[in-house]
């Protein structure tokens, strides 16, 4: 499996960056480190980066629009061939642009168990807010500052006799364990069985009177005391894929899927032609086509007492 390209952005010492950079030394790691980016051309991370052999890139954003200067800095980003950016103390509002083109692709670290203590001074607040646990968060960037979808944290506990530096260096240490593991399970969830499962379980059980069940020991889906419409195939007979089985019309269409797309559309062994392998695993899904396989299956095989009731909804 290829690597995820992650560009960093850094304004100033980028200890996060290097505790990211470290664990893509590893060579287990999903993902690698392909740029490290600022907007402080003097940057200490920036020294260590380049010293580690990482390609960087600074542009002070002195006198340039906010939107310019996320242009420049998204073109370098897509130059070094990045699927994702990891922001590590990149202290900059980023423009609403910027945010919508690394949509689910961007993350951040931030030092406190959001949504607590968004924006500064994160760790004063919590000591004067006499916390006795503070902590950490990594996040996806939306437009809302520090308000993005929370895909770890960390907690840390506060000391009786902490300054806001003491535990700031703390936390420090605990960002530097979350952030590499957090953003190594991010990038590996396009071949994560679970995840994709569970995204296959939330959109199937949605389909009225879906329940789900073990078939053949694969996770599969269909209407309560009725007919299967899904199926998550799993390595099945170590086939090497991670896949959705879905009803079809039959032969024809299966071969028309294939020929389509030979690299997603299979033909499932045992399954016959009724069905039609959709692979999950390829890194490009996209969850609102396969919602609507999933629909179309549970149509195809749902009671007419089912179908027609949806049918008059349709129409009101
Ligand atoms: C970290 O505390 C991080 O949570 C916040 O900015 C700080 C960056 O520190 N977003 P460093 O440059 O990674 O040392």
Not at 66 to 93: C, F, P, Q, S, W
Not at 150 to 160: D, S
Not at 234 to 239: F, R
Request: glycine fraction near 8%; include cysteine; charge should be negative.
């Amino acid at each position: 499996m290829a690597k995820a390209r992650v560009a960093v952005l850094i304004s100033g010492g980028g200890t996060n960056m290097a505790a990211l950079l470290y664990a893509a030394k590893r060579p287990d790691s999903p993902y690698e480190v392909v740029l490290v980016a600022s907007n402080n051309p003097d940057a200490e991370g920036l020294k260590l980066a380049r010293a580690e052999g990482i390609a960087t890139f600074a542009q002070s954003h002195v006198g340039l629009k906010r939107a310019d200067h996320d242009e420049i800095m998204h073109n370098h980003i897509t130059k070094a061939g990045a699927a994702y950016v990891a922001l590590a103390g990149y202290m900059r509002i980023l423009s609403e642009n910027f945010v919508e083109k690394w949509d689910g692709r961007m993350l951040n670290i931030h030092p406190s168990l959001l949504p607590k203590y968004t924006g500064l001074h994160t760790h004063q607040r919590a000591i004067d807010a006499g916390d006795s646990i503070a902590g950490c968060s990594v996040h996806l960037v939306t437009a809302d500052l520090d308000e993005g979808p929370l895909l770890g944290q960390m907690e840390v506990a506060v000391l009786p006799n902490d300054t806001a530096d003491s535990l700031a260096e703390r936390v420090k240490i605990a960002e530097h364990q979350l952030y590499p593991r957090t953003l190594a399970d991010y990038v590996s969830r396009a071949t994560n069985p679970d995840y994709l499962t569970s995204k296959v379980r939330e959109i199937a059980l949605a389909q009225p009177e879906a329940d789900e069940v073990v078939s053949h020991g694969m996770p599969c889906f269909g209407i309560v005391g009725g007919k299967k419409f899904a199926y998550v195939s799993i390595d099945h007979h170590g086939d090497g894929k991670i896949a959705l089985l879905v009803k079809i019309s039959g032969a024809e269409e299966q071969a028309m899927l294939i020929d389509s797309d030979a690299e997603r559309y299979y033909r499932p062994a045992y399954f016959g032609d009724g069905w039609v392998g959709i692979r999950l695993d390829l890194g490009d899904t996209d969850w609102d086509h396969i919602g609507e396989w999933i629909a179309k299956s549970w149509r195809a095989v749902a009671p007419k007492k089912l179908t027609k009731f949806l049918d008059i909804l349709g129409s009101a």
